[in-house]
């Protein structure tokens, strides 16, 4: 079973918050995957007695074939995307990183997080602590978080750290992108060579470049219509 290939990716995330940015203030995020087309993407909801209960995504496989069979970055199972009801949320995008360079060992799943996140956290602060708890993850992730007291923190997690790229709230604004790569300065050296912003043939640097425009465009008028059809 050959793995699933990822290049070239096309995933893009948005986030915003704060007067004069948003039409009321609140923190908003979105986000396009770029899956293949026999993976689809799958609403649910998870009950966790005593924890907190939330909505979220599942990719599932509609090939004979589990998502871990067919060398898939997502879990059977997993929630990719989540909002609990304490109003924290999240959403991401997968990062390649370069395997030239040697992995710490016993690194903690990623989905093992988001997952005690969604049963746990109640606002930003709560997941960045828990991820810098555990210090790297695997696979490796550019994560967006938004609670329900109009916060957003940008975030990158994966086998050489976790980075907060940015913190915004509503006294606060501030727009945030990613895409399929490190941005920090810290991880960027760790990204695949197809991955990095230099890179022209790779179209993370036109994704970048085009949701800084539509960030332009859209100031001071973000609603969850607007994002949606971003």
Do not use: W
């Not at 999240?90 to 370069?98: Q, V």
């Not at 049963?119 to 696979?139: I, N």
């Amino acid at each position: 079973m050959n793995p699933v290939s990822h290049k070239p990716t096309g995933c893009f995330l948005i986030g915003v918050v704060g007067q004069d940015t948003t039409c009321d203030g609140n923190a908003l995020i979105g986000s396009v995957s770029d899956d293949p087309y026999d993976i689809r993407t799958f609403l649910k909801e998870v009950r966790s007695p005593g924890k907190l209960d939330h909505i979220g995504t599942e990719l599932i496989s509609t090939t004979d074939h589990t998502l871990t069979e067919r060398g898939y970055f997502a879990r059977p199972g997993e929630t990719t995307r989540g909002l609990n009801n304490a109003g924290l949320a999240f959403t991401c995008a997968m990062i390649l990183e370069d395997e030239s360079f040697e992995r710490p060992e016993g690194l903690t799943p990623y989905a093992d997080l988001t997952d005690r996140m969604m049963r746990s956290c109640h606002g930003v602060d709560d997941a960045v602590a828990l991820f810098k708890s555990h210090g790297a993850v695997t696979p490796a992730y550019t994560v967006l978080l938004a609670d329900a007291s109009a916060n957003l923190v940008q975030m990158e997690v994966g086998s050489f750290g976790v980075e907060v790229l940015h913190r915004y709230s509503r006294s606060d604004p501030g727009i945030v992108l990613s895409i399929n790569c490190y941005q920090s300065q810290v991880l960027e050296k760790y990204n695949t060579p197809d991955s990095r912003l230099t890179n022209l043939e790779n179209n993370n640097a036109a994704r970048l470049e085009r949701g800084r425009q539509l960030a332009k465009q859209y100031h001071g008028k973000f609603d969850v219509a607007i994002l949606a059809a971003i």
